[in-house]
Nanobody, 128 residues
Framework: QVQLVESGGGLVQPGGSLRLSCGAY????????IGWFRQAPGSEREGVSC???????YYEDSVKGRFTISRDNAKNTVYLQMNNLEFDDTAVYYC??????????????????????WGQGTQVIVSS
C-alpha cells in the first residue's frame, strides 16, 4: 500500500524546535519531489517547503531561514527541521509526493494540486 506517514509533531513554546519526519511506504521516494504543507484551522492548505529528487530545496517566505528540509533516500524519509517556531506555525503538517512524478519543485510556490498520496498529518502547536 502506497502511503506517506508524518510524525514528530507536538506542543512547543515560541522559539523552540521540532523535527518532522515523512516516511514513505510501498514505494521509493528517490524519484519524487516531496512537499511539506500545513493547514491551520479555518484556513486553506498552504505550501511550506519542497525538496526535489536531486536535492534542490524550496521554501515559502514565511519559513525561509527557520525551516530546513532534507531527505535520506536510504531511509526513504524526508525531514523538516523547524527552528525558532512562531505562533503562526501552528497547524497540521502534511507531506505529499509530486504526481505525476517529475522530481522537481517549482521555484514559484507550491500548489497542493500538483501533489498526492497525502499522509494523515501531524499536529504542531506553538504556545506559551
Amino acid at each position: 500500500q502506497v502511503q506517506l506517514v508524518e510524525s514528530g509533531g507536538g506542543l512547543v513554546q515560541p522559539g523552540g524546535s521540532l523535527r518532522l519526519s515523512c516516511g514513505a511506504y510501498g514505494f521509493t521516494l528517490d524519484y519524487y519531489a516531496i512537499g511539506w504543507f500545513r493547514q491551520a484551522p479555518g484556513s486553506e492548505r498552504e505550501g511550506v517547503s519542497c525538496i526535489s529528487s536531486s536535492g534542490y530545496t524550496y521554501y515559502e517566505d514565511s519559513v525561509k531561514g527557520r525551516f530546513t528540509i532534507s531527505r535520506d533516500n536510504a531511509k526513504n524519509t524526508v525531514y523538516l527541521q523547524m527552528n525558532n517556531l512562531e505562533f503562526d506555525d501552528t497547524a497540521v503538517y502534511y507531506c505529499a509526493r509530486d504526481l505525476p512524478p517529475s522530481g522537481h519543485c517549482s521555484g514559484y510556490g507550491l500548489d497542493p494540486v500538483d501533489f498526492g498520496s497525502w499522509g494523515q498529518g501531524t499536529q504542531v502547536i506553538v504556545s506559551s
